[in-house]
C-alpha cells in the first residue's frame, strides 16, 4: 500500500523571520523519513506520512530568499510552477515578513487562490498576518497575530476579529494564526494533534522530541502586564551603558 503524502508550501515572496520559518521543521519531524532515523517501533514509524515541503516565492527572486540572521535560502518553486499551484497543497504556511514590506497582485491573488480550497490550510505565523490581511483572507474572521502589533493590524485591516491580545493561536475555519515568533512552534502543534494528517502518536513523539507544544492557548500575562514590561525594558535601556569588548580596549 502507498504510504500517504503530505504536501505543504512555505510561502516566501520576500525575506521572513528564520523563527517564524523554523517552525516547519517539526512537521518534518513527524515525516516517515525523518522517523525512520529514529530508534523508535517500527508500527509508529509505519503511521507516520511521508512529507513533502516546497519553498515558494516570486519568479523574480530568482529563488534566493534572505532571513533574518543573514541567512540565505534557495526556494524550491516560484508562484508561477504547476506543483505548487492551488489544489496541489495540503497546507501553506506564512512566515512574517517585515511589517513595512508590500506585495504585488500575482502574490496576493495566489494565496488567495489556496485559502479558496478547501482541501488547502493557511498556517500564518507572527507578521504573515499582514501579508494574509492584504490577500483578504482576515475579513470577517477571527485572528491572531502579534501581540505588540494589534493595533497596526487592526488599523490595515478593520474587518478583522483580532484575538491576539489573549490567544497565542486561533483557528477560523482553514485560517490558522498565531503570536509572534516562536507561537509559531505553537501553532504548529495544535494543528498537527487535530489529527487531520498526522495521526497522534506520530504527532505526540515529534512534539515531544522538539520539547514544544506545551504551552497553552491564551497567553499567561495580560496584555496590560505585557506593554508595561515591554515599556520597563525599554526604560531601562535608556540608562544602560555599553560595555565596550574587551577586545577594543
Same mark, same amino acid.
Given at each position: 500500500? @502507498? %504510504?500517504?503524502?503530505?504536501?505543504?508550501?512555505? !510561502?516566501?515572496?520576500?525575506?521572513?523571520?528564520?523563527?517564524?520559518?523554523?517552525?516547519?521543521?517539526? !512537521?518534518?519531524?513527524?515525516?516517515?523519513?525523518?522517523?525512520?532515523? $529514529?530508534?523508535?517501533?517500527?508500527?509508529?514509524?509505519?503511521?507516520?506520512?511521508?512529507?513533502?515541503?516546497?519553498?515558494?516565492?516570486?519568479?523574480?527572486?530568482?529563488?534566493?530568499?534572505?532571513?533574518?540572521?543573514?541567512?540565505?535560502?534557495?526556494?524550491? &518553486?516560484?508562484?508561477?510552477?504547476?506543483?505548487?499551484?492551488?489544489?496541489?497543497?495540503? $497546507?501553506?504556511?506564512?512566515?512574517?515578513?517585515?511589517?513595512?514590506?508590500? =506585495?504585488?497582485?500575482?502574490?496576493?491573488?495566489?494565496?488567495?487562490? &489556496? @485559502?479558496?480550497?478547501?482541501?488547502?490550510? *493557511?498556517?500564518?505565523?507572527?507578521?504573515?498576518?499582514?501579508?494574509?490581511?492584504?490577500?483578504?483572507?482576515?475579513?470577517?474572521?477571527?485572528?491572531?497575530?502579534?501581540?505588540?502589533?494589534? +493595533?497596526?493590524?487592526? %488599523?490595515? &485591516?478593520?474587518? *478583522?476579529?483580532?484575538?491576539?491580545?489573549?490567544?497565542? =493561536? *486561533?483557528?477560523?475555519?482553514?485560517? =490558522?494564526?498565531?503570536?509572534? $515568533?516562536?507561537?509559531?512552534?505553537?501553532?504548529?502543534?495544535?494543528?498537527?494533534?487535530?489529527?487531520? &494528517? !498526522?495521526?497522534?502518536?506520530?504527532?505526540?513523539?515529534?512534539? %515531544?522530541?522538539? +520539547?514544544?507544544?506545551?504551552?497553552?492557548?491564551?497567553?499567561?500575562?495580560?496584555?496590560?502586564?505585557?506593554?508595561?514590561?515591554?515599556? =520597563?525594558?525599554?526604560?531601562?535601556?535608556? !540608562?544602560?551603558?555599553?560595555?565596550?569588548?574587551?577586545?577594543?580596549?
Amino acid at each position: 500500500m @502507498s %504510504k500517504s503524502q503530505v504536501n505543504i508550501g512555505v !510561502f516566501v515572496p520576500g525575506g521572513v523571520q528564520l523563527l517564524d520559518l523554523a517552525c516547519v521543521d517539526i !512537521f518534518f519531524m513527524m515525516s516517515h523519513e525523518y522517523l525512520s532515523a $529514529i530508534p523508535i517501533p517500527k508500527h509508529i514509524i509505519d503511521l507516520a506520512p511521508s512529507v513533502k515541503i516546497a519553498y515558494i516565492t516570486t519568479p523574480e527572486s530568482k529563488s534566493m530568499v534572505s532571513l533574518t540572521a543573514d541567512l540565505n535560502i534557495r526556494a524550491t &518553486h516560484d508562484i508561477t510552477d504547476p506543483e505548487v499551484q492551488p489544489g496541489r497543497l495540503d $497546507i501553506i504556511l506564512v512566515p512574517g515578513p517585515d511589517p513595512s514590506a508590500t =506585495w504585488e497582485r500575482p502574490v496576493l491573488d495566489f494565496l488567495a487562490a &489556496h @485559502s479558496k480550497c478547501e482541501t488547502t490550510d *493557511v498556517l500564518s505565523v507572527c507578521t504573515g498576518i499582514l501579508l494574509c490581511g492584504a490577500a483578504g483572507l482576515l475579513d470577517g474572521r477571527e485572528a491572531s497575530g502579534p501581540r505588540g502589533l494589534q +493595533d497596526m493590524i487592526k %488599523k490595515r &485591516h478593520p474587518k *478583522v476579529k483580532l484575538v491576539g491580545e489573549k490567544y497565542r =493561536w *486561533v483557528q477560523d475555519g482553514n485560517l =490558522w494564526s498565531s503570536g509572534g $515568533i516562536t507561537n509559531g512552534n505553537d501553532l504548529v502543534a495544535a494543528y498537527a494533534r487535530t489529527g487531520k &494528517h !498526522f495521526p497522534s502518536a506520530v504527532a505526540e513523539i515529534a512534539l %515531544k522530541m522538539a +520539547d514544544v507544544g506545551d504551552r497553552g492557548q491564551f497567553y499567561s500575562e495580560s496584555q496590560t502586564t505585557f506593554t508595561l514590561g515591554m515599556v =520597563w525594558i525599554i526604560m531601562r535601556g535608556w !540608562f544602560t551603558k555599553r560595555t565596550p569588548s574587551p577586545r577594543l580596549q
